[in-house]
């Protein structure tokens, strides 16, 4: 069955530091790939996308995501973090409009 | 553009009433998906529609809900009689083709 996996509901980081948000996939080919971020009371913003070509893709807000096929993996990075990245963060996959959604990781930045 | 809008922001009813939410999509967008987001079951989609026909009403948890899309340009979600394990947090969200989507800010339902 296809699914989106975010291993960690919660993590916090201390303002300044760097940040990694696993994100892992199970879909026979290689979909399209997206990630989200949602403040809370707010809808999502697409933080960044990968269809096809250079793994590594960058996004809005200094965030980047790269794409291992080998791993089925699209782990969201950021090399500093700041106190208004606090939120919640969605990996997602799209096969053919078949739009799938991690269950999110909730980010907390402390000063 | 305005981004797609949706209306009402929030509702709150009572069990039993009809509620229908309101999307605007972006315009020249073709495609139209609805989704509701809540604590236990995260974000589902509900179902989309592809030049205003609907094309996968399979998350569609049950007969009480339909979906509509008149025109390109507005679609509805109704909910008839409402429950309350119905109290989500509503999006609608519009793309074209090959593209990502854009969400609306949502409709939070409460339903009591």
């Known amino acids: 069955a296809q699914s989106v996996t975010q291993p960690d509901i919660h993590i916090t980081v201390s303002e300044g530091a760097s940040l990694e948000l696993r994100c892992n996939y199970s879909y026979g080919a290689t979909p399209y790939l997206f990630w989200y971020v949602q403040s809370p009371g707010q809808g999502l913003q697409l933080l960044l996308k990968y269809f096809s070509g250079d793994t590594l893709v960058q996004g809005i807000k200094g965030f980047e995501a790269e794409f291992k096929r080998s791993q089925s993996s699209f782990n969201l990075r950021k090399p500093s973090v700041h106190w208004s990245d606090a939120a919640e963060y969605f990996c997602?996959?799209?096969?053919?409009?078949?739009?799938?959604f991690g269950a999110g990781t909730r980010l907390t930045v402390k000063p | 553009d305005a981004g797609v809008i949706q209306s009402p922001r929030h509702e709150v009813t009572e069990m039993g009433q009809e509620v229908t939410l309101r999307c605007k999509p972006i315009s020249g967008h073709d495609y139209l998906f609805w989704y509701r987001q809540t604590m236990m079951r995260g974000l589902e989609l509900l179902i989309y529609f592809n030049n205003n026909v609907p094309i996968d009403d399979s998350g569609m948890p049950e007969d009480r809900f339909s979906a509509k899309m008149p025109n390109a340009s507005f679609s509805t979600l109704k909910i008839q009689p409402s429950e309350p394990r119905d109290s989500a947090v509503y999006f609608c969200?519009?793309?074209?083709?090959?593209?990502?989507?854009?969400f609306g800010p949502g409709t939070r339902l409460t339903v009591l």
């Open positions: 997602a996959v799209d096969n053919n409009n078949d739009m799938r």
């Open positions: 969200a519009s793309r074209t083709a090959g593209n990502e989507q854009f």
